[in-house]
C-alpha cells in the first residue's frame, strides 16, 4: 500500500519581522498584517493567542467581510470605508426616474418561454400593428474622423479595439457632422467607463478654448484615459453616480460656466439612455429656461464687454448678436441593450398608450428586443464560447456588448418558439427595438428637439449599431437637420 502523503512545508518557519505570528492554515502562511508595537498578533488574530481575551471582536454591521472590537465600534462606524459617504449638491435622489405608478406593472409577469403559443402570436400581431408605417431600414452614417487615423492603423490591435475605435470614428464623424464639435461647450458623457470617447473628442478639438468634459460612470472603473489630459483648454470631471440621482445644474463647473451641453454616450445601455434624456432635457433644461427668457440686451450685457456692445450697435450687424443661449446644444448616443429598459424610467409612454400599448406590453417587448442579437446562438458550443469570452472580458468596462449585451442565459434569448424560424425571431427583436427607440424619438420631439435614428457602424463590427442624435429645433439648418 502506497505511503500516504507527506503535509506541505510550510513557506516560512518564523513569521516577518513587525508581521502577524498568525498561521494561516488556508494559504499555508502566516497572516502578513502589520502588528502594533509589543504585540504578537494582528487584530484580526488577537483572540487567538489570548492576548485580548478581555476584549469581544464583532462583525462590522456595514460590512461583514471584517471585524471590530465591541467596546470600539461607536468609533469604527464614523471612519469604516463602508459607511455611506456624504451625497455631493448634484445628487437628488430619483430626479430622473420618472412617475412610478406601480399600479400599472401586474405583480407577477411569466416569462416569455411560459407563454403560450396563442399569447405570444398576440403579442407579436400586436407589435406588428404598432409598428405599421415605421421605417424598418435606417439610414447609414457610418463616417469617420482623421482624429483617429493613427490609432485605426495602429499594427499592434487586435480585432475587438479595432472594432471599438471604428465605432468612436464614426460617433465623433456624427458629432462633428451636426457641428457639435467645437470651441466653448461641455461634453457629458454618460455611461463613460474609461472616458474613451471624450479622450477622441478632445484629440479631435486639439486647442479649442474653453471645452469642459463630465464624464459620469456609477461604477468604480480602472485604466481610466481621462486623467492623462492635463491641457490648457480642457477640464476633465469625473462623476460616480448613478445617472438617475443626476443633477446637471447643480455642478459648480456647469452652474458657473454657462456652457452649451453636448451629451454623448456609447453603447449606454437599456434603462440608462432613458435616464440620460431625462436628464438632459428635462431636468438642465428646464433649470435653465430662466436664463433663456431674459431680455436679450441683458443677454448681450452678461456676454459682452461694453466696448463690444458699441462695436456691435455702431455696425449693425445682427448676424453678430449672440443667438439665444441653448442649454442642450445636442444628443448624440449610441444605443444598446434594450432587453434592460424599464418601464417607469422609459421616456416614451406616452407613445406606447397612444397605440394602445402598456406596461405589460412593453415589458414582453423588451425582453423579445433580445432577439435581434441573440436569436441565432442556439447551440452549447455557441454559449460555451460566448462564456469564456465574457469571462476573458469580465474587468475591461469598455469591452462589452460588441454581441449585443444579450446574456445566453435570458430566458427570452434561449427558447425559440416552434412556430417561429430564426430568422423571424431575429425581425421579431429589430421590431421592438425599433418600437421602443421611436418612443424616444416622439419624446424628444415632444421636448422641441429634431431626432433622428441612423446606423452609425456595420453589424460585423457592432450588432448595437443604432445612434440616437437631436438637435434642438432652433439651431437647425439645412446642412446640420438629422
Known amino acids: 500500500m502506497a505511503a500516504s502523503a507527506p503535509a506541505p512545508p510550510r513557506t516560512t518557519d518564523f513569521p516577518a519581522e513587525g508581521r502577524c505570528s498568525y498561521y494561516v492554515e488556508k494559504k499555508k502562511r502566516f497572516c502578513r498584517m502589520v502588528v502594533a508595537a509589543g504585540r504578537r498578533f494582528c487584530g484580526e488574530h488577537a483572540g487567538a493567542a489570548e492576548e485580548e481575551n478581555a476584549r469581544k471582536r464583532i462583525l462590522c454591521p456595514l460590512d461583514p467581510k471584517h471585524t471590530v472590537y465591541e467596546d470600539q465600534l461607536t468609533k469604527h462606524l464614523k471612519k469604516c470605508n463602508s459607511r455611506e459617504k456624504p451625497k455631493p449638491d448634484f445628487f437628488i435622489q430619483d430626479i430622473n426616474a420618472g412617475l412610478n405608478d406601480e399600479t400599472e406593472i401586474p405583480e407577477q409577469l411569466v416569462p416569455i418561454s411560459s407563454l403560450s403559443e396563442e399569447q405570444l402570436e398576440s403579442l407579436i400581431k400586436k407589435l406588428r400593428k404598432a409598428s405599421e408605417g415605421l421605417n424598418s431600414t435606417l439610414k447609414d452614417q457610418i463616417m469617420y474622423h482623421p482624429a483617429l487615423h493613427d490609432a485605426l492603423n495602429d499594427p499592434k490591435n487586435g480585432d475587438s479595439a479595432t472594432k471599438h475605435l471604428k465605432q468612436q470614428a464614426s460617433i465623433l464623424g456624427n458629432i462633428e457632422k451636426l457641428k457639435l464639435l467645437g470651441p466653448r461647450r461641455c461634453f457629458v458623457e454618460f455611461g463613460a467607463g474609461k472616458g474613451k470617447l471624450s479622450h477622441w473628442v478632445d484629440i479631435a478639438l486639439k486647442d479649442a478654448e474653453k471645452v469642459h468634459f463630465i464624464l459620469v460612470e456609477k461604477v468604480t472603473t480602472r485604466f481610466k484615459v481621462d486623467g492623462k489630459h492635463r491641457k490648457k483648454n480642457s477640464v476633465f470631471e469625473r462623476l460616480q453616480i448613478d445617472i438617475q440621482h443626476l443633477c446637471l445644474n447643480k455642478i459648480p463647473l456647469l452652474s458657473k460656466e454657462k456652457l452649451p451641453v453636448v451629451g454623448i454616450g456609447k453603447h449606454l445601455c437599456g434603462v440608462a439612455t432613458d435616464l440620460a434624456l431625462r436628464c438632459l432635457v428635462e431636468t438642465y433644461a428646464a433649470s435653465c429656461e430662466e436664463r433663456n427668457e431674459e431680455p436679450l440686451a ?11 456692445i458699441n462695436t456691435l450697435a455702431k455696425e449693425g450687424n445682427e448676424k453678430n448678436v449672440p443667438e439665444k443661449w441653448t442649454p442642450v446644444a445636442g444628443i448624440v448616443i449610441a444605443l444598446c441593450c434594450h432587453h434592460r429598459c424599464d418601464w417607469r424610467h422609459y421616456v416614451g409612454k406616452e407613445y406606447f398608450r397612444a397605440l394602445g400599448l402598456g406596461a405589460v406590453e412593453f415589458h414582453y417587448f423588451q425582453r423579445m428586443s433580445s432577439w435581434a442579437t441573440c436569436g441565432m446562438r442556439k447551440t452549447s458550443l455557441e454559449a460555451s464560447n460566448l462564456t469564456t469570452k465574457r469571462k476573458d472580458k469580465h474587468s475591461d468596462a469598455s469591452e462589452e456588448h ?22 423571424e425571431k431575429k425581425k421579431i427583436g429589430h421590431l421592438c427595438k425599433l418600437l421602443i427607440d421611436q ?33 434642438p429645433n432652433h439651431s437647425l439648418s439645412p446642412e446640420t437637420t438629422p
Not at 298 to 308: C, L, M, S, V, Y
Not at 445 to 450: D, T
Open 298 to 308: 441683458k443677454r448681450i450685457k452678461n456676454d459682452k464687454t461694453e466696448k463690444e
Open 402 to 423: 460588441d454581441d449585443g449585451g444579450c446574456r445566453i442565459t435570458d430566458d427570452s434569448a434561449e427558447s425559440v418558439p416552434g412556430f417561429l424560424t430564426v430568422e
Open 439 to 471: 418612443g424616444r424619438v416622439e419624446y424628444l420631439q415632444q421636448k422641441g428637439f429634431s431626432p433622428a435614428l441612423q446606423y452609425y457602424t456595420d453589424p460585423l463590427v457592432s450588432l448595437e449599431n443604432v445612434l440616437l442624435t437631436a438637435l
